[in-house]
């Protein structure tokens, strides 16, 4: 089946450890975008890339960073640089510019 | 700043009543408009999506696009308490933001049997 593969679906870390949340899709979509939720609140866009090798910083890249080595990957990595990682991230990709976005299912970061 | 805004809810409507969610948008220019349902702890999904004024019908769920007045809502008909979850309204603007989708911080409904 055709989606996005979050992994894994929960992880803990601790203080001052980097870790890299997983986004595969088989869709053969061109832009892959990493978002942030928080209780209560609503998307915020953290990282996207729009083709291979190249992607671009959102309203929140700071202690975040990400690759675009391959199509179908778009793995985003949490440093210890950012101050308040516990939180939902979300892994979409999108077709194209007016088409709709496709979510993964999810990976949920707890810092211990 | 290309904005989407929602009343946060929460809405509350009894079983079997239509539920209205309603969507404004700054840019005048924005091309598709998409809406998401998300439960609590999951990943949002997409359940309408509007490029035409107008309305769109599936099943019991109708999107109405009025961009003269930059504004999209959504309608559930025959409410059902698996119907409760927050819903996200996302636009597609002409300019700016990229090309990225932005998305209203949703508005939480509740269906009481």
């Known amino acids: 089946d055709g989606g996005i593969t979050q992994s894994p679906k929960y992880l803990f870390r601790k203080e001052g450890q980097n870790v890299t949340l997983s986004c595969e899709q088989n869709?053969?979509?061109?832009?892959m975008y990493w978002y942030r939720q928080d209780p209560g609140q609503g998307l915020r866009l953290i990282y996207y890339s729009q083709i291979v090798n190249d992607f671009q910083k959102g309203d929140i890249a700071e202690g975040y960073s990400v690759s675009r080595e391959k199509k179908e990957s778009f793995p985003l990595t949490v440093t210890s640089a950012q101050k308040n990682p516990t939180a939902f991230y979300l892994c979409?990709?999108?077709?194209?510019?007016?088409?709709?976005?496709?979510f993964g299912q999810g990976t949920r970061l707890t810092v211990v | 700043q290309k904005e989407v805004e929602q009343n946060s809810g929460p809405l509350s409507v009894p079983e079997g009543a239509i539920a209205s969610l309603n969507c404004t948008y700054s840019?005048?220019?924005?091309?598709?408009f998409f809406w998401y349902r998300q439960y609590s702890g999951k990943s949002p999904e997409l359940i309408m999506s509007?490029?035409?004024?107008g309305d769109k019908e599936d099943g019991r769920f109708t999107a109405q696009l009025n961009k003269a007045s930059q504004y999209v809502s959504l309608l559930i008909r025959d409410s059902q308490p698996s119907d409760s979850a927050t819903y996200l309204c996302a636009v597609n603007p002409l300019e700016g933001s990229q090309g990225n989708l932005i998305f209203g911080k949703g508005t939480k409904l509740s269906v009481k049997p």
């Open positions: 509007i490029y035409s004024n």
């Open positions: 869709l053969n979509h061109d832009a």
């Open positions: 840019d005048r220019g924005s091309q598709s």
């Open positions: 979409a990709s999108r077709g194209s510019r007016n088409t709709e976005a496709f």
